[in-house]
């Protein structure tokens, strides 16, 4: 349930707007419609081997910190594994994509700078993340294009807990 008062609230992480996809794994954000202008605050649980989304950059800055688990950042072509409470921050125009790693699951705190209408993406092409699944079927600045070939994330409206 989330509690509001004058504006600000608390919502619990299980009561959070949580998705899944079978190709890129749970997530939750924790904003009410429209609440959240300035900064995107995600948690996401990777599945070993699984990325988070697909390879992309985007010019607004990004940060993560690792809560759980392990995974592997791929960044700008290189790759690095990651541990509990590694913390990665990736100015603007940076290509990234988490995958997860190890025995279970992962679990990603994620920040993200907004900047409305001027927010864009870009999907390249990358051969370490088409290793990983998390390539673009094509370059493009589009969203849809850039997911056209996986089923749409689903609303989870009763997540078990905990998730993985």
């Keep these: 349930m989330i509690e509001e008062k ?5 919502v619990n ?8 996809s079978e190709e890129f794994g749970t997530g939750c954000n ?3 419609e429209g609440s959240f202008s300035d900064v995107g605050i995600n948690l996401m649980i990777l599945r070993p081997g699984r990325p988070n989304c697909r390879y992309h950059r985007e010019n607004a800055q990004e940060d993560f910190l690792v809560l ?5 950042v791929l960044a ?3 790759e690095r594994d990651l541990e509990q409470w590694d913390f990665v921050h990736f100015p603007r125009n940076v290509s990234h994509v988490f995958v997860g790693a190890g025995e279970g699951p992962c ?4 920040v993200g700078h907004r900047r409305g209408e001027q927010h864009r993406y870009f999907y390249p092409k990358n051969e370490l993340a088409r290793k990983y699944g998390a390539e673009a079927p094509e370059a493009t600045d589009r969203i849809p294009v850039a997911y056209s070939d996986v089923t749409p994330r689903k609303k989870l409206d009763n997540p078990e807990w905990p998730l993985d």
Excluded: H, I, M, Y
Excluded at 6 to 10: D, E, I, S, Y
Excluded at 68 to 72: D, F, H, I, Q, T
């Design 6 to 10: 004058g504006g600000w609230f608390v």
């Design 13 to 20: 992480v299980k009561d959070a707007n949580w998705q899944a």
């Design 30 to 32: 924790f904003e009410k």
């Design 68 to 72: 759980s688990g392990r995974c592997k």
């Design 76 to 78: 700008n072509g290189e």
């Design 107 to 110: 679990t990603l705190l994620a």
